[in-house]
């Protein structure tokens, strides 16, 4: 085993990354070491939600209301999921070599 590979720490694993990105939007991110990434979703989760909101016809759903933002949130889970699967087969695999 090479230096390099003794000082990668084991990333965490993708469905604990996916439960926190659920719960702390933008800390799924941060657990796969991109902080800016998921600073960057919550500020479009905000910006997007305000928006919509603020466009959005009184009759329309609370759901319609912050369409704009609950989209972000959705991608920012399925962002930190995707990353944290990657991370962990790449150190899975690179183990085995």
Do not use: C
């Not at 919550?42 to 939600?49: E, K, P, S």
């Not at 603020?54 to 972000?72: E, M, N, T, Y």
């Amino acid at each position: 085993m090479s230096q390099l590979e003794a000082k990668q720490p084991q990333p965490w694993h993708p469905y604990l990354v996916l439960l926190v990105a659920i719960i702390l939007p933008g800390v799924g991110q941060v657990l796969n070491n991109a902080p800016m990434r998921g600073l960057t979703m919550v500020f479009f989760m905000l910006v997007l939600g305000v928006v919509t909101f603020q466009l959005a016809s009184p009759d329309v759903s609370v759901l319609g209301q912050f369409a704009g933002g609950i989209f972000i949130y959705a991608l920012s889970v399925m962002d930190a999921y995707l990353w944290a699967k990657v991370r962990y087969q790449v150190y899975k695999y690179s183990a085995l070599i």
